[in-house]
């Protein structure tokens, strides 16, 4: 699986996904939803053999790259243990 930046601006960015399925979107959706400077978690899935799957994240304040990369390692901590 690979990750992509398809677009960033100074608060949200939208992910593409290539070869991904929801077993690992989902979990990360879910940790990003939980963070409140998270402003909003939108998953786009068109086509699978046609396009790669999208996340797209907002937030209200900061980084969203670091706060992405902070419910990735708490994702991956989770499903290590």
Same mark, same amino acid.
């Given at each position: 699986?690979?990750?992509? #930046? ?11 996904? %290539? +070869?991904?399925? !929801? ?14 400077? #998270? ?11 046609? %396009? +790669?799957?999208? !996340? ?26």
């Amino acid at each position: 699986m690979q990750t992509y #930046v398809i677009e960033k601006t100074k608060t949200s960015v939208r992910l593409g996904f %290539k +070869d991904a399925n !929801l077993t690992l979107i989902t979990p990360l959706m879910k940790e990003l939803n939980a963070d409140p400077n #998270v402003a909003l978690v939108r998953y786009i899935d068109e086509h699978p053999e046609l %396009k +790669d799957r999208v !996340l797209y994240v907002e937030v209200k304040k900061g980084d969203v790259m670091k706060v992405i990369d902070k419910a990735a390692k708490a994702v991956s901590e989770y499903y290590s243990n």
